[in-house]
């Protein structure tokens, strides 16, 4: 296994898209940001230097980080941001992950241009589980707002209500020949024909899952989020914020023609959204191109949820001794149930109070509203046993409480409790959560929940309300998929699994960041092993002060 050392220089420069510059937050003046490679077991050496003007944290999308909490990256979570001016050594520690992950900004919502992809090949002597492909590509889906993203984000707190939707979707950091002033610059992947090519297809965007298509071209299934899956065969994919998909494709169609790749919303909800698609060019290299346009992709209508969960539905694990070992918890330490709710609180003075009959929009999880903290990290304030920083008394909630998924809840659950609440897990327990998304208020979505520092098997899902008698009998316990982003369904549940494992503070979250700006997030603490090799690393030097 090899150490790799990097250097991250967040700076701000100059962008032109839709016609008009901004200054955007960049890695190396990168967009999409640099891509990193290493092999399964390698350790990556992250020098991030912020040369910005605004606080930042970098965070390793999909790493476990074994016993290395510190590294994580979500501010206030498990690090204090790195200062405008300061630098941060992160270490990734690659240890299961073999696939595609990516790494983000996780502070504010600095990822919409602070993002790049993470690839980590099988380790040497080894191979995928799938012919070698002829060549590889990131594909990094995204959103482009012609507005500065701190100001976005600023209105959006203020506003109460939901954010401005983006102007554009993008591929590779390019919206494509649908939008003005974008032609010439749409991404372009060349193809020699008869080749097969693995393409690692990642969803950065901060608010909507998407459909995604190659118009004339199948699509083979074979990883996501960094664990290889049983191969499979589809037109489309769907993929979540924070998710990664990826698949193979053969150049097997006719050379003379071009082909549109593209990708566009699914949404359940009845907000407005950013309804445009998003194109890249698929060129077969030898070939000139025809004059008759691209061949479009089919992509589902927005609101088509059976084409949405019916995709993430057929992850399959690779239950192969080599590439993925299946070792889902059967017996259960500790079972959760958390509900998944968009709430309101009350207006408070000097804001516009936008959400719905003038109250500001909330999000909740057991109708806890999570409080980030501002002063110190949990991570910090645990190790050094800083008191006032959080409380470990994150809520149960009886399954069998509420029809969840009815229209006519009891209005006390609109309003849910601001708190700064873990769940403390004992080390190598085997925890089971079901995820019940809720029709509180706001109204219904889905969700794609995001847990730090673990992979969760999937073990079954549904709409409508969980039944802990009946739904049980059909989890798949033989080979779900191991991911560390799932789609919650609307109006519906999603049961995973995993071994607490890996001793730290460990954040969980939407990966839809105005539903985790509004709270729907929470964080658990997973206690020391009895082992020194079962306890949490000493902390890195150069940690940024709080
Ligand atoms: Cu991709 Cu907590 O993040
Ligand atoms: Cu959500």
Not at 423 to 450: C, R, W
């Given at each position: 296994?090899?150490?790799?050392?990097?250097?991250?220089?967040?700076?701000?420069?100059?962008?032109?898209?839709?016609?008009?510059?901004?200054?955007?937050?960049?890695?190396?003046?990168?967009?999409?940001?640099?891509?990193?490679?290493?092999?399964?077991?390698?350790?990556?050496?992250?020098?991030?230097?912020?040369?910005?003007?605004?606080?930042?944290?970098?965070?390793?999308?999909?790493?476990?980080?074994?016993?290395?909490?510190?590294?994580?990256?979500?501010?206030?979570?498990?690090?204090?941001?790195?200062?405008?001016?300061?630098?941060?050594?992160?270490?990734?520690?690659?240890?299961?992950?073999?696939?595609?992950?990516?790494?983000?900004?996780?502070?504010?919502?600095?990822?919409?241009?602070?993002?790049?992809?993470?690839?980590?090949?099988?380790?040497?002597?080894?191979?995928?589980?799938?012919?070698?492909?002829?060549?590889?590509?990131?594909?990094?889906?995204?959103?482009?707002?012609?507005?500065?993203?701190?100001?976005?984000?600023?209105?959006?707190?203020?506003?109460?209500?939901?954010?401005?939707?983006?102007?554009?979707?993008?591929?590779?950091?390019?919206?494509?020949?649908?939008?003005?002033?974008?032609?010439?610059?749409?991404?372009?992947?060349?193809?020699?024909?008869?080749?097969?090519?693995?393409?690692?297809?990642?969803?950065?965007?901060?608010?909507?899952?998407?459909?995604?298509?190659?118009?004339?071209?199948?699509?083979?299934?074979?990883?996501?989020?960094?664990?290889?899956?049983?191969?499979?065969?589809?037109?489309?994919?769907?993929?979540?914020?924070?998710?990664?998909?990826?698949?193979?494709?053969?150049?097997?169609?006719?050379?003379?023609?071009?082909?549109?790749?593209?990708?566009?919303?699914?949404?359940?909800?009845?907000?407005?959204?950013?309804?445009?698609?998003?194109?890249?060019?698929?060129?077969?290299?030898?070939?000139?191109?025809?004059?008759?346009?691209?061949?479009?992709?089919?992509?589902?209508?927005?609101?088509?949820?059976?084409?949405?969960?019916?995709?993430?539905?057929?992850?399959?694990?690779?239950?192969?001794?080599?590439?993925?070992?299946?070792?889902?918890?059967?017996?259960?330490?500790?079972?959760?149930?958390?509900?998944?709710?968009?709430?309101?609180?009350?207006?408070?003075?000097?804001?516009?109070?936008?959400?719905?009959?003038?109250?500001?929009?909330?999000?909740?999880?057991?109708?806890?509203?999570?409080?980030?903290?501002?002063?110190?990290?949990?991570?910090?304030?645990?190790?050094?046993?800083?008191?006032?920083v959080f409380g470990d008394r994150f809520p149960d909630f009886p399954e069998t409480l509420f029809d969840f998924t009815a229209t006519d809840l009891p209005l006390y659950l609109?309003?849910?409790?601001?708190?700064?609440?873990?769940?403390?897990?004992?080390?190598?327990?085997?925890?089971?959560?079901?995820?019940?998304?809720?029709?509180?208020?706001?109204?219904?979505?889905?969700?794609?929940?995001?847990?730090?520092?673990?992979?969760?098997?999937?073990?079954?899902?549904?709409?409508?309300?969980?039944?802990?008698?009946?739904?049980?009998?059909?989890?798949?316990?033989?080979?779900?998929?191991?991911?560390?982003?799932?789609?919650?369904?609307?109006?519906?549940?999603?049961?995973?699994r995993f071994k607490a494992d890996n001793p730290g503070v460990w954040f969980m979250h939407c990966h839809v960041d105005r539903h985790m700006s509004w709270g729907m997030t929470?964080?658990?603490?997973?206690?020391?092993?009895?082992?020194?090799?079962?306890?949490i690393l000493p902390p890195p030097p150069d940690m940024p002060p709080c």
């Open positions: 296994a090899l150490v790799h050392r990097r250097t991250f220089v967040v700076k701000e420069v100059p962008y032109t898209r839709l016609c008009s510059t901004k200054n955007i937050l960049t890695v190396n003046g990168q967009f999409p940001g640099p891509t990193l490679y290493a092999r399964k077991g390698d350790t990556i050496i992250v020098d991030v230097h912020n040369k910005g003007n605004q606080n930042i944290t970098i965070h390793w999308h999909g790493v476990k980080q074994p016993r290395n909490p510190w590294s994580d990256g979500p501010e206030y979570i498990t690090q204090c941001p790195i200062q405008p001016g300061a630098k941060f050594s992160q270490k990734i520690i690659l240890s299961t992950e073999e696939g595609t992950l990516w790494w983000h900004a996780h502070s504010e919502w600095d990822r919409a241009t602070v993002c790049g992809a993470l690839v980590i090949y099988p380790k040497k002597g080894t191979n995928y589980p799938f012919s070698k492909p002829h060549a590889e590509f990131p594909l990094i889906l995204g959103e482009w707002w012609k507005e500065d993203i701190e100001e976005l984000y600023t209105e959006f707190l203020k506003s109460g209500g939901d954010p401005n939707i983006s102007d554009a979707l993008t591929i590779n950091g390019q919206p494509g020949d649908l939008y003005p002033c974008s032609k010439p610059d749409t991404f372009k992947l060349m193809v020699e024909h008869s080749k097969t090519y693995l393409l690692r297809l990642i969803n950065s965007g901060l608010q909507d899952i998407l459909f995604f298509s190659i118009a004339n071209h199948s699509l083979t299934i074979v990883g996501s989020d960094a664990s290889y899956t049983k191969p499979f065969v589809t037109n489309y994919i769907a993929i979540s914020p924070g998710q990664t998909i990826d698949f193979l494709l053969t150049a097997d169609q006719d050379p003379h023609h071009h082909y549109y790749m593209g990708a566009k919303v699914y949404t359940a909800t009845s907000n407005p959204f950013d309804n445009t698609t998003t194109t890249a060019l698929l060129h077969y290299g030898d070939f000139t191109p025809s004059n008759s346009p691209p061949f479009s992709p089919y992509l589902a209508p927005y609101n088509d949820t059976n084409s949405s969960v019916s995709f993430t539905g057929r992850l399959r694990s690779l239950a192969d001794k080599i590439h993925s070992v299946v070792d889902v918890p059967l017996n259960i330490n500790d079972r959760l149930f958390f509900t998944l709710s968009i709430n309101t609180f009350p207006c408070r003075q000097n804001d516009s109070c936008q959400g719905p009959n003038g109250s500001r929009l909330a999000a909740s999880v057991n109708n806890v509203s999570f409080v980030t903290p501002t002063v110190n990290s949990i991570l910090q304030a645990y190790y050094y046993h800083a008191n006032g609109e309003t849910p409790k601001s708190r700064t609440e873990v769940k403390v897990l004992e080390y190598n327990s085997t925890v089971e959560i079901v995820f019940q998304g809720t029709n509180v208020t706001a109204g219904a979505a889905d969700h794609p929940m995001h847990l730090h520092g673990f992979s969760f098997y999937v073990v079954g899902w549904g709409f409508g309300n969980f039944d802990k008698d009946k739904d049980p009998l059909n989890y798949n316990l033989v080979d779900p998929p191991l991911q560390n982003t799932i789609a919650v369904p609307v109006n519906g549940w999603t049961t995973v929470m964080a658990f603490i997973v206690k020391n092993g009895k082992f020194p090799n079962a306890q």
